[in-house]
C-alpha cells in the first residue's frame, strides 16, 4: 500500500520529455531559490516586528 502511494507520488512530480520549459524552471526555482526565501522571509518579520506584549515587560 505505501509503495504504490510512493509511485504514485513519484510518478505525479516526476518531469517527462513532453513536459513545457516552463514547468521544468518552475520546479527548480521552487527546489533551489524558494527553499532561501523562508528563512530570509522569517528573520525579516523577526526583526521588523515588535510584540505588543513585550512592551508592558
Given at each position: 500500500?505505501?509503495?504504490?502511494i510512493?509511485?504514485?507520488?513519484?510518478?505525479?512530480?516526476?518531469?517527462?520529455p513532453?513536459?513545457?520549459?516552463?514547468?521544468?524552471?518552475?520546479?527548480?526555482?521552487?527546489?533551489?531559490?524558494?527553499?532561501?526565501?523562508?528563512?530570509?522571509?522569517v528573520?525579516?518579520?523577526?526583526?521588523?516586528?515588535?510584540?505588543?506584549?513585550?512592551?508592558?515587560?
Open positions: 500500500m505505501l509503495e504504490n510512493n509511485y504514485a507520488l513519484f510518478a505525479l512530480l516526476n518531469a517527462t513532453a513536459s513545457p520549459q516552463w514547468a521544468i524552471e518552475m520546479a527548480i526555482f521552487i527546489a533551489k531559490d524558494l527553499i532561501l526565501i523562508v528563512p530570509l522571509l528573520v525579516t518579520l523577526w526583526l521588523w516586528g515588535a510584540c505588543p506584549a513585550a512592551d508592558g515587560v
